[in-house]
């Protein structure tokens, strides 16, 4: 399978820890590229952050627009009629990420998958299922896809890794309570999720990147510095 093209920023001059990042519908990896920057401003830990490009694909809920997408969405009512296909066609271009980090000498208990949107529901498609212990899963403004498939697919390694969920109050596009619902999902299967929401629509604020940065720091610190 070829590779995801990808943007790439660095903090520190040989990462040690990799954040991957998916973008949401109709965007691309450059999307998240100046909130990243503002996370470890003093450059204090070395990481590595892989923004990919999602893949071109037709949008039925777009009138069937070309756009990169990770799925396809048929109706506005997310939790149902799923594209499975392409949700675990994107959740495989993101394992084959996980691999390349191997490869590059980082480890997948020195890995967090983020996304927003889309991207964050392929983070939790992927992280949750994912063979080996990962340092933990960013979600914003999604919801947990297939939550049916989880109980007989979470990874035994991703029992308990750290996840951050945050949401827009005000969000018109993926409906609080939808998010809340996945949140219960992922209880219900023994995951404690931290939870954060925020009044604000289907974005990002300025108190969340605060939150996101704390997270990171938090995930990461021990495993790189004391490690």
């Not at 990042?21 to 503002?38: K, N, S, T, Y």
């Not at 996370?39 to 809920?61: G, Q, S, W, Y």
């Not at 498939?149 to 969920?165: D, G, K, Q, T, W």
């Not at 945050?166 to 993926?174: E, R, T």
């Amino acid at each position: 399978m070829p590779l995801l093209d990808c943007v790439e920023l660095t903090t520190g001059t040989e990462p040690r820890g990799t954040v991957i990042w998916m973008h949401g519908l109709g965007a691309d990896g450059w999307d998240f590229v100046p909130i990243a920057r503002e996370l470890d401003p003093e450059n204090a830990l070395p990481l590595r952050f892989v923004f990919p490009h999602a893949p071109v694909r037709n949008v039925t809920i777009n009138g069937g627009a070309p756009m990169r997408a990770w799925y396809d969405v048929a109706i506005m009512d997310f939790g149902r009629v799923p594209d499975e296909k392409g949700i675990r066609e994107s959740q495989a271009q993101i394992e084959a990420l996980i691999a390349r980090e191997r490869e590059r000498g980082v480890p997948a208990d020195k890995i967090v998958l983020a996304g927003f949107s889309q991207g964050g529901a392929i983070a939790l498609q992927t992280g949750l299922r994912h063979a080996e212990s990962l340092a933990g899963i960013l979600a914003l403004s999604t919801y947990l896809p297939m939550p049916e498939s989880l109980p007989r697919e979470l990874a035994s390694a991703n029992e308990r890794v750290p996840i951050f969920m945050a949401h827009g109050s005000q969000d018109p596009v993926i409906p609080l309570a939808l998010a809340q619902s996945s949140r219960e999902t992922l209880a219900a299967a023994g995951l404690s999720p931290e939870w954060h929401d925020y009044p604000m629509p289907h974005s990002v604020c300025a108190e969340e990147v605060g939150a996101i940065a704390g997270w990171l720091q938090a995930r990461f610190r021990s495993r790189i510095l004391l490690a």
